[in-house]
C-alpha cells in the first residue's frame, strides 16, 4: 500500500467545512484511496473511498486530484461529535490488513 | 448498515485465564479480522478469516487462537491471559475482494485488562 502523509492535527469551528488533506504521491493505478475516522476509546469508523472520480455520500465527500496524488476529505458542517483521529489510506482492494497511519487529530470546537 | 457486535466493551481477567472474545457481523461478510491497537503502535493483525473454519495468521498471532464455526462468528480466544495482552481489541469484517471492495467494518472494540 502506497504511503499516506496527513498534517497531526487540525482545528475547524462547528458548523463550518472541514477540509482534511492527504498526500499519497507514489499511489498506483490501482490503488484506492480510503478514509477512516476513529472517535476516542471507538472502533474505527469508515468514511468513505474512491480510486478517480470525486465521491459523496451522507457522512463526506472526497476530492481527489486528477494526477490522484492528493485528495482530501471535506466535512461540509463538522459538529463537535465529529472530533476525532482521520485516517486517509491508500490501498489495493485484495482482502488484506488495514495499516492505519498517525491520521490527522482534528479538533471540531464551539 | 453493516453492524458488527463485540461481546463486551470493557474486560478485567487474571493472569494465566483463558479468555473468549466474540464478534458477530449480520452483513454476511466473508472476510472477518482481529486487531489489536496499543499507543504509538496502531492497529496490529492478529488473525484473519476468509471462509468457514478457515483462519490464517496475521502479524502478531502468538498467544492468540480464533475460532469460525458459523460465518457470522469470529471468535478470538487468549489460551492464557499475560499482562502484555492488557489492550484494545477490534473486530473487522469485510465483503470478499473479489466484488471489488474492501471496506472493512469495525466494532466497537473490547479493552482487556489482564492484572
Known amino acids: 500500500d502506497a504511503k499516506t502523509t496527513q498534517p497531526p492535527s487540525m482545528d475547524c469551528a462547528e458548523g463550518r467545512a472541514a477540509n482534511l488533506p492527504c498526500n499519497h504521491s507514489?499511489?498506483?493505478?490501482?490503488?484506492?484511496v480510503y478514509w477512516y475516522r476513529q472517535i476516542h476509546s471507538q472502533g474505527p469508523q469508515y468514511i468513505i473511498h474512491?480510486?478517480?472520480n470525486n465521491e459523496t455520500n451522507e457522512m463526506a465527500s472526497l476530492i481527489i486530484t486528477e494526477d490522484r496524488k492528493s485528495s482530501t476529505l471535506i466535512l461540509p458542517h463538522a459538529t463537535l461529535r465529529d472530533t476525532a483521529v482521520y485516517y486517509c489510506?491508500?490501498?489495493?482492494?485484495?482482502?488484506?490488513?488495514?495499516?492505519f497511519g498517525q491520521g490527522t487529530e482534528l479538533s471540531v470546537k464551539p | 448498515d453493516v453492524k458488527v457486535t463485540q461481546s463486551s466493551r470493557y474486560l478485567v481477567k487474571r493472569t494465566g485465564e483463558k479468555v473468549f472474545l466474540e464478534c458477530v457481523q449480520d452483513?454476511?461478510?466473508?472476510?472477518m479480522f482481529w486487531y489489536r491497537q496499543d499507543p504509538g503502535l496502531g492497529l496490529r493483525l492478529i488473525y484473519f478469516?476468509?471462509?468457514?473454519?478457515?483462519?490464517e495468521k496475521g502479524d502478531i498471532p502468538e498467544g492468540y487462537s480464533v475460532s469460525r464455526e458459523k460465518k457470522e462468528r469470529f471468535s478470538l480466544i487468549l489460551e492464557s491471559a499475560s499482562t502484555n495482552q492488557t489492550s484494545m481489541y477490534l473486530c473487522?469484517?469485510?465483503?470478499?475482494?473479489?466484488?471489488?471492495?474492501?471496506?472493512?467494518?469495525f466494532g466497537p472494540g473490547t479493552r482487556l485488562t489482564v492484572l
Open positions: 473487522a469484517s469485510s465483503l470478499a475482494s473479489i466484488l471489488r471492495t474492501d471496506t472493512q467494518y
Open positions: 507514489t499511489i498506483s493505478g490501482n490503488e484506492y
Open positions: 474512491g480510486l478517480k
Open positions: 489510506i491508500a490501498r489495493y482492494n485484495q482482502g488484506g490488513k488495514l495499516i
Open positions: 452483513m454476511d461478510h466473508e472476510n
Open positions: 478469516s476468509y471462509d468457514v473454519k478457515m483462519k
